[in-house]
């Protein structure tokens, strides 16, 4: 019984090689970034960052606010304001224009590492996901066309999987994040 099961198996994979058909290779796209940013620990966590630098934001605003008054009450008071006070605004305003360049350049530094690490961590708990979701649906390929600096890539609708693993992320993490 075993030898002609051995037989039957030979036999199978002697046809199969001898095919003319290539075999089918399952291949399969997703926007890598978006799917990190759109499964419900992603959104959560994005959410939660742009509440962590709302106030900075606000502190910002404000700053703009400042500038914006100032320069306001140069343009006003051109005609009645001695040269001293007109200096004196246009230090004001070229201080606090240095100043909120900065606080601008430190506020999109720090959100830019933040979202850094962000994609970091949830990165490498997409990538396990990508792994078991190409062993489980038989994929050969799945190409990240969310990249700016690479080739262009097309593909077909039919062969974007990034709902499909953005799915299978949330089942595997919903638990842990409660």
Same mark, same amino acid.
């Given at each position: ?68 008054? /100032? +320069? !306001? ?7 009645? &304001? ?6 004196? *605004?246009? #230090?004001? @305003? ?16 720090? /959100? +830019? !590492? ?7 961590? &949830? ?6 996901? *990508?792994? #078991?979701? @190409? ?44």
């Amino acid at each position: 019984m075993l030898r002609n099961t051995a037989a039957v198996l030979v036999l199978a994979f002697a046809l199969r090689a001898q095919s003319t058909e290539p075999p089918s290779v399952k291949v399969g796209v997703i926007d890598w970034r978006r799917a990190i940013m759109t499964t419900q620990e992603g959104l959560r966590r994005a959410s939660a960052l742009q509440s962590q630098f709302e106030p900075r934001r606000a502190q910002v605003d404000g700053k703009r606010a400042e500038l914006e008054a /100032l +320069q !306001d009450r140069l343009r006003r008071g051109e005609a009645v &304001l001695d040269e001293s006070a007109r200096q004196k *605004i246009g #230090r004001d @305003i070229e201080r606090g224009s240095r100043l909120l360049d900065r606080m601008v350049e430190d506020l999109n530094l720090d /959100l +830019q !590492d933040e979202q850094s690490n962000l994609a970091r961590e &949830l990165g490498t708990k997409m990538n396990g996901v *990508i792994e #078991r979701f @190409i062993a489980r649906h038989g994929y050969a390929v799945i190409l990240d066309v969310s990249k700016v600096d690479a080739p262009a890539t097309w593909a077909a609708a039919s062969v974007d999987v990034t709902a499909d693993i953005v799915k299978a992320y949330d089942l595997a993490h919903s638990a842990a994040a409660r």
